[in-house]
């Protein structure tokens, strides 16, 4: 108690004070506005002190007031103070009992009520201050991070890669970029399907001794694993503005489109060159090794770097050039992994140094980074290295001229051989078949040294112009590209002047397989080591699984040179790829779901070993943007040669696309791309999409697009037959769609080459619409106004045999829905003669004269629609209707119901 009654209120104060302004510091409310703190603590303690003092005045009691009233109060209750004197004066105090008694603390009382209130207010605060301080934590990281995010997607782009989920078998990190299990198991298993043989060398040139290339590659591993993670985790977002990297890709492919379109072209458009600058220009990371896939096309290719094709047509590939042949291919890849290793050694070689020639960056080369092998004679040595691998590596960097030179300019070096080596050197310089005589010579010098030296460059160097023995040098083999450019070369020797050694070129392939499903390998490794043993297909299927982007421009780059086997546009499931589309478009989360390999297995034939070309032009385009982004994927479709195809593919993009009715008004002003009747055939092919989907208003825009107005009456009229007697959000939008059609296109439909029937019918049906929901609205009289309108129904007798005729003419969408007009026609009849008849009172006034004139104009209505009720009846049995429900049965009740 005594603790308690120190309570410094100032403090309280304080302390509630810095509470408050730290709540109304946050940017949001908290709900203070149902306990707001208002009043001062020091005033709630003043006023409690004032209480707790009036409450415990000792002032002296007033008797002035009371003295008056004991008068008042003894005559009002009768009350006798002798007697109550008396019984006061026999009270024994003696049987009273003493009563302890406490002292009556007011103002502590109230102390510790205030206390409790200021710490019950203080807990609420707190209570509430925590839950709202996490609310608007919550949403201030949410609205962040959305805004941070989508300012990364326009930034950056977003690619989207069909994966399958972890408990499906995906591959992991390692595996896609160059892992001894699945990535490689996949390229040679699932797409080769071939058995293979183990080899030695599971490195490539760009491995461990490489730092550059090897960091440049872990980088890019890195980036395409952080970039597949975050596509896991926006995973229900699979539409995406396209990246930098894809719209300048779209950009070539649009130069290209208007190349192909050009008629009067006779040059071939440098699409490999245009494809490596916009691939180059977006890329950051591993940009080198990237520029010697695009290197290697080029090369593989053919094509000539034109800046502008019109201008150089010199320098242009002819447009009817054919494939290359596989000897010319080979010699193209050899001339490749030449060059290649060339700039590996550059790469390894100090940046400063006075290195010129290629023998001196040989030299150099071999003495940083090959162990000297044991030497035969003094004479062959050179600056320290041997001679015979000076020559070697010479050879493997393409300086064919220059190991010429040094074995002239070193006679002694290369003794007795100098001549027989020169004479080979000099042949492979220009690009011929060593001769035979000069071959033979070579064959029993390379036997003689294999048993004699112990130099194994010098072995090597008469085993490469002898083509004896492709096997027995693996020692030499620093990368598979050594022991690539090596067997190419002895494939190449034993080729003539077109065809190759298809046995041998297939034998090096299962060991190439075998070595990538062996040893770890980045991505682009892989790539290029299957393009230079011409597994073309195989190359473009290994890299979709994880550029899919890249993969296709290869692919298209590829396809136009005739080196990849495309499989025919006629085996192309339309069908499959139109629906995987829409659910791309329409449900992100079941393209996120679709499984790797099937993927790749769609763009890819194991048994024709042939790649689906338009399969992976729709796998691409699918996560196109349907707002944004769908001009860039009309340019891949207009790649394909199909034209049916092509027309049904585009017009799928239209139905897809968020406002297909103008994009496709725009189609027609790619004249460059799109004659007039390849548009109608698009829209034509669109809007029976669009039926397909029961969007019916769609189609008719679309129909009208291309004026084919008996089309357009014809769905119109199809379809609100159908909903004409009932009340549906639909029938509410294509009964005004007609009246905006009547209102706006009624000449033209009036003028079309349909039936006349068609047209009238249209008119029949809206007037039906409107006599439809006034009766739902029960607006009878309106109804019977607008049934009158249509003149298909009698009013009289004498109208039914004209009616009969007319109803014979009735377009099929009125008759069959006749009866329910029928039903209509006599419910209102019926009600409006009940509603006539039975407030007239003309039965029990018929007699009185006035009555009767007052009652005329009720009694000719009811004539009315007794004769109404008599024609329609009879009408009713004349003509041959559909009947439904209970027809009959109400035509009888009806007639007996009103009499005439």
């Known amino acids: 108690m005594n603790g308690r009654e120190n309570i410094d209120f100032n403090d309280l104060t304080n302390k509630s004070n810095q509470i408050i302004n730290r709540i109304s510091s946050f940017s949001s409310p908290i709900g203070l506005s149902s306990f707001n703190i208002e009043r001062s603590l020091q005033e709630i303690g003043e006023t409690s002190k004032h209480l707790s003092d009036v409450t415990s005045s000792k002032a002296p009691y007033s008797t002035d007031t009371s003295v008056d009233n004991y008068p008042k109060a003894i005559k009002k209750y009768g009350l006798d103070p002798k007697l109550l004197s008396k019984n006061l004066s026999n009270i024994d105090t003696s049987s009273f009992t003493d009563i302890e008694t406490y002292p009556t603390d007011i103002d502590g009382y109230l102390k510790i009520e205030f206390e409790n209130m200021i710490l019950n207010t203080i807990n609420d605060i707190q209570k509430k201050t925590c839950k709202e301080f996490q609310s608007s934590y919550e949403n201030s990281l949410v609205r962040d991070w959305n805004k941070d995010k989508k300012y990364i997607e326009e930034i950056l782009g977003q690619k989207f890669i069909k994966t399958a989920s972890a408990s499906t078998g995906m591959m992991g990190t390692a595996s896609r970029y160059g892992s001894n299990t699945s990535a490689a198991d996949f390229a040679t298993s699932k797409m080769m399907n071939r058995s293979v043989a183990p080899t030695n060398f599971g490195q490539s040139q760009f491995g461990r001794s490489s730092n550059i290339f090897n960091q440049s590659n872990r980088m890019q591993s890195m980036d395409l694993h952080n970039q597949q993670q975050?596509?896991?985790?926006?995973?229900?977002?699979?539409?995406?503005?396209?990246?930098?990297?894809?719209?300048?890709?779209?950009?070539?492919?649009?130069?290209?489109?208007?190349?192909?379109?050009?008629?009067?072209?006779?040059?071939?458009?440098?699409?490999?060159?245009?494809?490596?600058q916009a691939n180059l220009s977006e890329t950051t990371v591993n940009h080198n090794v990237v520029n010697d896939v695009w290197n290697l096309v080029i090369r593989l290719t053919g094509e000539k770097d034109v800046v502008n094709v019109s201008d150089q047509n010199d320098l242009a590939v002819p447009q009817a050039s054919v494939k290359p042949s596989g000897a010319e291919l080979i010699t193209r890849s050899i001339k490749f992994l030449e060059e290649q290793f060339n700039q590996v050694i550059k790469h390894r070689l100090p940046k400063i140094s006075n290195i010129s020639s290629p023998l001196d960056e040989m030299v150099a080369y071999i003495s940083a980074n090959i162990p000297t092998p044991p030497i035969d004679h003094p004479d062959e040595e050179y600056k320290g290295c041997s001679v015979w691998s000076i020559i070697y590596f010479l050879l493997r960097a393409g300086h064919y001229q220059v190991a010429n030179d040094f074995i002239v300019k070193n006679s002694t070096a290369a003794g007795r051989y100098k001549d027989l080596l020169s004479n080979a050197i000099q042949m492979r310089c220009r690009n011929e078949r060593i001769k035979k005589e000069i071959k033979d010579k070579l064959i029993i010098e390379y036997n003689r040294i294999k048993s004699e030296s112990?130099?194994?460059?010098?072995?090597?160097?008469?085993?490469?112009?002898?083509?004896?023995?492709?096997?027995?040098?693996?020692?030499?083999?620093?990368?598979?590209?050594?022991?690539?450019?090596?067997?190419?070369?002895?494939?190449?020797?034993?080729?003539?002047?077109?065809?190759?050694?298809?046995?041998?070129?297939?034998?090096?392939?299962?060991?190439?397989?075998?070595?990538?499903?062996?040893?770890?390998?980045?991505?682009?490794?892989?790539?290029?080591?299957?393009?230079?043993?011409?597994?073309?297909?195989?190359?473009?299927?290994?890299?979709?699984?994880?550029?899919?982007?890249?993969?296709?421009?290869?692919?298209?780059?590829?396809?136009?040179?005739?080196?990849?086997?495309?499989?025919?546009?006629?085996?192309?499931?339309?069908?499959?790829?139109?629906?995987?589309?829409?659910?791309?478009?329409?449900?992100?989360?079941i393209a996120a779901s679709e499984n790797l390999i099937s993927s790749s297995l769609e763009i890819y034939n194991p048994s024709t070993k042939s790649i689906h070309l338009v399969a992976m032009i729709r796998q691409y385009t699918k996560h196109f943007s349907s707002e944004t982004d769908n001009k860039e994927a009309l340019l891949y479709y207009l790649l394909i040669e199909n034209e049916n195809l092509k027309t049904h593919l585009i017009s799928d993009l239209v139905v897809t696309s968020t406002n297909g009715f103008e994009f496709a008004k725009q189609l027609q002003y790619y004249t460059t791309f799109i004659n007039k009747q390849q548009w109608i055939r698009i829209i034509e092919q669109s809007a029976i999409e669009l039926e397909n989907k029961n969007d019916y208003q769609g189609a008719i825009g679309f129909w009208l697009l291309i004026e084919e107005y008996a089309r357009v009456l014809e769905i119109y009229n199809n379809r609100i037959s159908v909903l004409l007697t009932g009340s549906s959000k639909e029938r509410e939008q294509l009964f005004k769609f007609g009246i905006q059609l009547f209102n706006e296109r009624q000449m033209q439909l009036k003028t079309t080459r349909t039936e006349r029937t068609s047209y009238l019918a249209f008119e029949q049906l809206l007037q039906l619409c409107q006599f439809f929901d006034y009766f739902n609205q029960e607006k009878y009289q309106e109804a019977l106004l607008e049934i009158e309108k249509l003149n298909i129904l009698p009013l009289s007798e004498h109208d039914i045999d004209a009616k009969v005729d007319i109803y014979r003419f009735l377009s099929s969408h009125i008759t069959k829905n006749f009866a329910a007009i029928l039903q209509a026609y006599i419910d209102i009849i019926t009600k409006q003669y009940q509603l006539v008849y039975n407030n007239s009172n003309i039965n029990t006034n018929a007699n009185n004269a006035n009555n009767n004139y007052l009652y005329a104009g009720r009694l000719q209505t009811i004539n009315d629609l007794q004769i109404r009720a008599q024609a329609?009846?009879?009408f009713a049995g004349k003509i041959d209707f559909p009947m439904s429900g209970n027809i009959l049965t109400r035509l009888m009740n009806f007639v007996i119901s009103i009499q005439k």
Do not use: C
Not at 506 to 531: A, G
């Open 230 to 276: 975050q596509q896991y985790q926006v995973g229900g977002q699979d539409r995406t503005k396209l990246s930098n990297k894809m719209r300048k890709y779209a950009m070539v492919i649009e130069e290209f489109d208007t190349h192909r379109a050009d008629v009067s072209r006779v040059n071939r458009f440098p699409i490999v060159h245009r494809l490596m």
């Open 872 to 874: 329609i009846t009879l």
């Open 454 to 589: 112990r130099d194994s460059f010098k072995m090597g160097v008469f085993n490469f112009f002898s083509n004896s023995e492709s096997n027995s040098t693996k020692m030499l083999f620093s990368s598979i590209q050594d022991f690539i450019w090596w067997k190419l070369n002895f494939i190449k020797e034993s080729a003539t002047a077109i065809e190759i050694n298809q046995n041998s070129l297939d034998t090096l392939q299962t060991e190439i397989n075998n070595t990538l499903s062996k040893n770890n390998f980045e991505v682009f490794d892989v790539f290029q080591i299957l393009l230079v043993t011409q597994q073309f297909e195989n190359a473009i299927v290994y890299l979709h699984q994880t550029n899919p982007e890249d993969a296709l421009h290869l692919a298209i780059s590829l396809d136009y040179y005739k080196l990849l086997n495309i499989m025919s546009s006629s085996t192309f499931n339309y069908q499959a790829s139109t629906s995987s589309l829409s659910n791309s478009r329409s449900n992100p989360t």
